[in-house]
């Protein structure tokens, strides 16, 4: 049996999955290159998943050396996304399921054969591709990273949308709006719930962390957040808007006949075999209806503060300070800024046997079995301050309050602290210093918030460069002003930037990392709280102490190359340059 290729007439699919022959040739290959040591295969010996794999978990070797070594060995080319586009002639060769499976992006077409980039180019691995697109296979190697980016970039889920929209637009104007609604809660091959579909696995596959669904005139324009950008990647009719709207609204438990006032959702649904949780928020605007989903990965693994983009000596700092039996530490910054995920992080820092860990939400992002959490629900009464009062009687060490909205969680969540819990929160302002006067904003009395705050931490994410696509660039006067107005010169590797390629969807930027400023709560600072200072003057207080601004950190990330002072200059404001 073989994989159904393009002109084959073989239905059933053949997994052509990895065995312990490869994994025991994969090893002899990185053992006799120098790339691995003996000891290192035995330490992952245990593990699940490929070899590969095991051993850069593991830290052993780097995805791009372990690339390098095969097609050294193989010799064969190593992929270079920076100029390799692949083509749709190409893709048309493989369907998604079938290139994941085979661990294969098919990149280019010629007299000669298939180019195709693939994770293990051992002559039975390319054997297989063949055996599928019926051509001859020139192999190239490339990572497991940029593998996965290929593959989400390459098949669009959304590819189809067009047709769908045709079929929906085809049916009877007089019946249209009342088939729409039968088939958004009935019949799942309707062309709008295939389009629903599409635009949620495409956003997944492309790492959005948001969905737009907007009205705009006679059209509906769908966009996606992506590392913090929005990026327009639909333009349909404004005839199916609605309809839209209206199946959306079913997955999340919605009244689909208000059409005025917003309301709220939740959908879960797996997609691409990964559990996700699906925020869901509508509002009445010109035109329409406007729809947001706030896209939750259930399987995302959790960081560790190092990972955030923490400073060595900031994250150790911040370590000892959540190690402390009772205070509260707050975590500042704008919505989407990363907040929940340096909390989470924190938790699984404190998780231990020894510790009732407690912590309320709206919604619980991820679910930990060693932890109790409970889940804000306002029509049954459970709302911030009433279940931060349960939690008190519940023997808590460590509590989480998802996020500070009003004085009577502030004051709660206070007095948590001052009562020999450590209390661990966030709070939206723009930088350390403010979060600390949005408290005494609240009505909190500042001999309290003196007493129980031990440190603020304020947060941003910028994107980072595109590794793969980076190449030297003149900065434009303003971004040589910025840089040098926090003390930095010129990277030390020179100005870089990433050009866009295929792999960052020609963005020059993927993924982000979070800028960090922690302000600690010493005596001096206590004093200032309580006499109520120009903030100023805390601010002044704080860096002569050591703080070192959002704007400074992200500096510190320009100069090593991570990111670029554009996007900088873009994410965080800066007063006065």
């Known amino acids: 049996m073989r994989l159904k290729g393009k002109h084959s007439k073989v239905e059933e699919p053949l997994a052509v999955p990895r065995t312990d022959e490869d994994d025991e040739r994969l090893g002899r290959i990185l053992v006799a290159a120098g790339r691995v040591q003996p000891y290192q295969l035995d330490a992952v010996r245990g593990r699940s998943g490929a070899l590969g794999r095991r051993l850069v978990e593991s830290g052993a070797i780097t995805d791009e050396v372990l690339a390098r070594t095969l097609a050294e060995h193989h010799q064969v080319g190593v992929a270079d996304f920076r100029t390799l586009e692949p083509t749709a002639e190409a893709l048309a060769l493989l369907s998604r399921d079938q290139a994941v499976t085979l661990e294969a992006l098919p990149i280019s077409v010629d007299d000669a054969g298939v180019v195709v980039a693939v994770l293990d180019p051992a002559p039975e691995r390319v054997a297989a591709v063949v055996a599928v697109i019926e051509r001859p296979v020139r192999a190239l190697v490339t990572t497991r990273r940029d593998l996965d980016r290929g593959l989400a970039t390459s098949y669009r889920a959304t590819q189809d949308v067009g047709g769908q929209v045709q079929a929906f637009e085809a049916r009877d104007v007089l019946r249209r709006e009342a088939e729409a609604l039968a088939d958004v809660s009935v019949n799942e091959e309707a062309p709008v719930v295939r389009v629903v579909q599409s635009i949620i696995t495409q956003a997944l596959r492309d790492r959005a962390s948001d969905i737009h669904v907007e009205p705009a005139g006679e059209r509906v324009r769908v966009r996606y957040r992506i590392d913090g950008a929005l990026t327009e990647v639909l333009d349909l009719p404004a005839s199916i808007g609605p309809a839209i709207v209206s199946r959306v609204k079913i997955l999340g438990g919605m009244n689909i006949v208000e059409r005025r006032r917003p309301q709220d959702g939740q959908i879960s649904m797996d997609v691409d075999d990964r559990e996700i949780d699906i925020r869901v928020s509508t509002t009445a605007v010109v035109g329409g209806e406007k729809v947001v989903m706030r896209l939750l990965d259930k399987s995302r693994s959790l960081y560790d503060l ?95 309050v998802g996020e500070i909205r009003d004085v009577d969680t502030a004051r709660i969540a206070v007095q948590s602290a001052l009562t020999g819990h450590f209390v661990l929160s966030s709070l939206h302002a723009t930088e350390a210093v403010s979060a600390l006067y949005r408290l005494l904003d609240m009505g909190i009395e500042a001999f309290l918030i003196a007493s129980s705050v031990t440190a603020v931490v304020a947060q941003r994410l910028v994107r980072r460069s595109c590794t793969s696509c980076l190449a030297p660039y003149q900065p434009s006067p303003d971004e040589l002003a910025f840089v040098q107005h926090f003390g930095s010169d010129e990277p030390i590797d020179g100005w870089l930037h990433g050009t866009g390629c295929h792999l960052c969807a020609h963005t020059g930027y993927l993924e982000r990392i979070g800028v960090y400023e922690m302000l600690v ?57």
């Open 306 to 400: 190092e990972q955030l983009g923490m400073p060595a000596d900031t994250a150790a700092r911040y370590t000892q300070l959540i190690h402390s039996p009772f205070g509260m530490v707050i975590c500042a910054g704008p919505t989407g800024g990363g907040k929940t995920t340096t909390l989470y992080a924190s938790l699984g820092e404190l998780n231990s046997p020894e510790k009732n860990l407690m912590t309320i939400e709206d919604p619980v992002e991820y679910t930990f079995d060693s932890i109790n959490q409970i889940q804000i629900n306002e029509q049954a009464g459970i709302t911030f301050a009433g279940g931060l009062k349960s939690i008190l009687r519940q023997d808590p060490d460590v509590i989480l």
């Open 521 to 577: 709560v010493t005596d001096e600072v206590r004093e200032l709280i309580v006499d109520r200072a120009p903030q100023d003057l805390m601010r002044k207080l704080a860096r002569n102490q050591g703080m070192r601004t959002l704007q400074e950190q992200a500096v510190r990330l320009v100069s090593d190359g991570t990111t670029t002072a554009a996007e900088v200059m873009r994410s965080i404001y800066v007063a006065g340059v």
